[in-house]
């Protein structure tokens, strides 16, 4: 099994208030099976031995689907590999000797909670505007009754199978949340189910949207690029024309 | 302790429907007066808090992700069961409610099972009102596949990730009750502390995990949905945050433990590849249905896989079981791993794999049509390992993956301390000693939507509710204890970290507490983790302070709560004198090497009180006999 030396450039800070910076690091003996996060675990193990601070960093499942991961590596939300979380990337995309940056996502609706821990409660408040269809337990009719033509239900799955990591939010250099937005929007209004809603949702999610201070999409089309389940940015243009049309009815 | 599970009387199709007619109901005036927490956002969590909030109940929502909408329930890949026989063939509530008892070796209730498989179908059709994007057919109905354990089409999924959509459907529901100001979510909180009250519990601690605060908060009912405690073993698929912590606290206010030594182990799972390994990911294991399992036959034998001969490769599965062979249930296709493995014949660097080989399968259907059926999974174990399945064989492990066990509940999913309610993989309540799979998803949200709702409320209205304050003694007293606790902990400043220690008991869980049990192991376990937790309090060093985010001391006191359990887990599969479902003991085997149960000694659940930990783990060991009034007990075979 061969091992490397990784240099890492790692942002620290304290808490919300507190000024941060970069601090480095170096691993030896990091395996080329390890993944990125397990790399980071080995740093802290070593942290916690010489009684300095670990470097606190979200995750959960490390099967890149509860969207905890979404720290920001070498620049580029989630790392190298197109269509893969953070939690999925393995250091064989990685050579001895590598320095590597790692920040948190940076936009002004995630505040840093310590080091590259944010707060992405404003994803919950979009949600709860109208990410929903308003359908109370035990209110629903038999469930075959609501046929959906298979083409738009899998449509309506690749749009709903966003893990609101808010990647798309960290590589945008408006800092939108319009891919997030627009996923939700595009999944619960292309299907049957989501008609009788579909004004009043589109017109509370997007004006909830722009109330957290997230930018508006100018179409850099970033966010699409660094999306670990691969959201189409048609979920933007999805968006843009169910506002309109909510709008001006 | 008293432990009256509730089952109602009457002819089985007619229990549910009985009971709901007798249950208690409150005004809707008398609602909005009254305050539900529940504890955990997942399946049972998000739709338990939806329904409670529709209905006019005051409810608040704790979970320790930074969003609801990240709970465990949303890992889970293959589907959801549910008797709507859209397939036509032949299914129906009873055939589910058969399977499902049947699959768990006959150790659950008959009457909570029967009433699972009723609720399956109402869950099925409020998943898709919700806009849940099923797996549908050319005409736009709902599509089934096959599962394990099961000679029916089943199997409700969103491609591969089913627990994804059902649960953002249930926390899109939940968060509609957010904006309707029914519900007051709090994320980034850990329950550390039931607070009980003459009897009842009235309340929880939590610790707020961003500013490190200890939080006190009160009301009428307390539903628990914190999941399973797969990662007392360190190494499963469940997500890193998992934790018993909820109710293991719960358990030392006087909540009975369940059948803490039933666990699940899953065949297919990738295998560890060095000590920093941190979890495992578990591989749909429909890739059984094509692949052949096989070691060398020679345990010196370290030639690439490709250069083995077929005569000298052996298929174990296909020699010891001819007629089911790769297919063989999950337990049985575990165990086999294990004995092939400590005989020597593992492959791989560490020895702990066997091959899952599909050259053949390549040869005889394409390499198109393999990839058609599991490309995704193999592009996700190239990911991983590096290598390439098409090219040579995977090698695979078993991991834990979902525990049977969890607080005891009776029918209304109530613990035997009034108030506390206890839903989905917490609690004990319908799996038996075998989960069979699709099963998860159907519990946790029958519970969720279709049984607390009511049963709180008939709680709610039949009890003298006093109002309590959280100024009250019984409040400060539990967030004195929380507090001193994590003081403890970062008091020890050892040598030892909290992922070391955690690594070692999952060892000896795995060893000794894990596929097979035996009496020798399971008592040598026990002492094990007696000297190892008290190395923990004398040795262990947590980092920073409580006094901000602090993971790590998030972690220690979690491992804190799972050295008690794992010593009760020993103790429950030491007692348990038979094998049944996923609980092996090496002296109760059939003479083909089957699982053998005693019913006549055996029959009943185990429930634990907890006494004290002092050295060693007190516990008092309760049993609820099961009656079976519907259904024969037979032996379960593969052969």
């Given at each position: ?33 390890m ?30 689907i ?26 064989r ?15 002004a ?33 038999e ?40 996923a939700k ?35 850099y ?22 506002y ?6 | ?74 890992a889970?890949q ?49 998943a ?6 099923f ?7 709902l ?95 469940n ?15 006087g ?17 560890v ?6 979890k ?19 345990k ?24 089911f ?27 702990l ?55 005891w ?19 004990f ?11 998860a ?49 970062l ?17 000896i ?6 596929i097979?049990?035996s009496?020798?192991?399971?008592e ?9 937790r ?24 979690r ?46 659940v ?10 060693k ?23």
């Amino acid at each position: 099994m061969s091992t490397m030396t990784i240099n890492l450039k790692v942002w620290r800070q304290k808490n919300q208030n507190a000024q941060g910076s970069f601090q480095d690091y170096t691993l030896s003996d990091v395996s080329e099976h390890m993944s990125f996060l397990e790399m980071l675990d080995v740093l802290n193990e070593q942290l916690i031995k010489e009684d300095k601070d670990p470097v606190e960093f979200d995750y959960d499942c490390r099967e890149g689907i509860c969207g905890s991961c979404n720290m920001v590596i070498n620049g580029r939300a989630h790392g190298p590999k197109r269509l893969t979380a953070a939690c999925q990337l393995h250091m064989r995309n990685y050579s001895d000797g590598d320095t590597i940056v790692i920040e948190p996502p940076r936009a002004a609706a995630f505040p840093v909670i310590k080091d590259l821990v944010v707060d992405r409660s404003a994803f919950d408040r979009i949600i709860e505007a109208g990410g929903y269809v308003s359908v109370k337990t035990g209110a629903a009719p038999e469930a075959n009754l609501i046929p959906v033509e298979q083409h738009t239900s899998n449509v309506a799955f690749d749009y709903a199978t966003c893990i609101g990591c808010g990647a798309c939010v960290a590589a945008c250099p408006n800092s939108s949340a319009s891919l997030f937005t627009g996923a939700k929007l595009a999944h619960l209004n292309s299907l049957p189910q989501g008609q009788p809603e579909r004004k009043l949702r589109t017109l509370a999610m997007v004006e909830q949207m722009e109330k957290e201070g997230f930018g508006d999409c100018s179409n850099y089309a970033e966010c699409e690029a660094v999306c670990p389940v691969g959201i189409s940015i048609a979920a933007i243009a999805e968006m843009r024309k169910d506002y309109v049309k909510a709008s001006f009815s | 302790m008293k432990l009256d599970p509730k089952t109602p009387s009457g002819p089985l199709e007619e229990k549910w429907n009985r009971h709901l007619k007798d249950i208690k109901l409150v005004s809707p005036n008398n609602k909005r007066k009254h305050k539900v927490i529940v504890v955990g956002t997942g399946l049972a969590g998000a739709s338990a808090a939806a329904s409670l909030a529709e209905l006019g109940y005051n409810v608040q929502t704790f979970c320790i992700q930074d969003s609801a909408r990240r709970a465990h329930s949303i890992a889970a890949q293959g589907g959801i069961n549910a008797a709507k026989n859209y397939q036509n063939d032949g299914d129906s509530v009873w055939r589910l409610f058969y399977d499902t008892i049947k699959g768990g070796d006959y150790r659950s209730r008959e009457s909570n099972v029967y009433r699972l498989a009723e609720n399956s179908n109402h869950i099925i059709d409020q998943a898709v009102a919700q806009g849940v994007p099923f797996g549908r057919e050319y005409g736009g109905l709902l599509d089934n596949r096959s599962f394990g354990g099961a000679q029916v089409s089943r199997t409700f999924y969103s491609r591969g990730q089913t627990g994804q959509q059902l649960l953002l459907g249930a926390y899109q529901a939940m968060m509609k009750m957010v904006h309707a100001g029914k519900i007051e979510s709090f994320t980034r909180h850990e329950m550390l502390d039931l607070v009980v009250v003459n009897g009842k519990a009235r309340g929880i601690i939590t610790r707020d995990l961003v500013s490190g605060t200890i939080n006190k908060y009160e009301a009428d009912a307390v539903v628990l949905c914190t999941g399973g405690y797969g990662n007392v073993f360190y190494l499963s698929t469940n997500a890193k945050n998992s934790n018993v912590t909820a109710a293991w606290r719960c358990h030392k206010r006087g909540a009975a433990f369940a059948n803490p030594c039933y666990v699940q182990i899953h065949p297919t799972c990738i295998p560890v590849s060095g000590d920093y390994q941190s979890k495992l990911t578990l591989m749909s294991e429909s890739l059984r249905n094509d692949g052949r399992v096989w070691v060398p036959r020679d345990k010196d034998d370290k030639r690439h896989p490709n250069e083995i001969p077929e005569e000298e490769r052996y298929y174990y599965l296909e020699e010891r079981y001819p007629s089911f062979g790769n297919l063989v249930p999950r337990d049985v296709a575990s165990r086999n791993a294990k004995m092939v493995t400590d005989e020597g014949l593992g492959v791989g660097e560490t020895g702990l794999a066997v091959y899952l080989d599909f050259r053949d399968a390549i040869n005889r259907d394409g390499e198109d049509t393999i990839r058609a059926r599991y490309g995704n999974l193999f592009d996700m174990y190239t990911n991983i390992t590096d290598e390439n399945p098409y090219k040579q064989p995977m090698r695979i492990f078993p991991a834990v993956h979902y525990t049977m066990g969890g607080l005891w509940v009776d029918y209304n999913l109530m613990s035997n301390i009034p108030g506390l309610f206890v839903a989905g993989e917490a609690n004990f309540s319908d799996h038996g000693a075998n989960r069979l799979g699709a099963s998860a998803l159907m519990q946790g949200l029958s519970d969720g939507y279709f049984i607390i709702p009511y049963t709180v409320g008939n709680y709610i209205a039949e009890e003298e509710l006093p109002k309590v304050s959280v100024d009250d003694e019984a409040f400060a007293a539990a967030a004195k204890d929380s507090q001193d606790q994590l003081d403890r902990l970062l008091s020890v400043k050892g040598n030892k970290t909290v992922i070391e220690f955690h690594r070692e008991l999952g060892k000896i869980m795995w060893d000794k507490v894990g596929i097979s049990r035996s009496k020798e192991g399971l008592e040598s376990a026990i002492e094990e983790i007696r000297a190892l937790r008290e190395d923990f309090w004398q040795n262990v060093r947590v980092p920073g302070e409580a006094s901000y985010y602090n993971k790590y001391l998030e972690f220690a006191a979690r491992v804190a709560d799972f050295f008690e359990l794992a010593e009760l887990m020993a103790i429950d599969a030491l007692d348990r004198d038979e094998s049944c479902g996923c609980h092996l003991r090496d002296e109760y085997q059939t003479e083909e090497g089957e699982a053998l149960r005693n019913d006549e000694e055996y029959s009943y659940v185990s429930a634990w009180e907890f006494l004290g930990v002092n050295g060693k783990l007190e516990t008092k060991l309760h049993k609820e006999d099961l009656n079976f009034e519907f259904v024969e007990l037979k032996q379960r075979s593969y052969k």
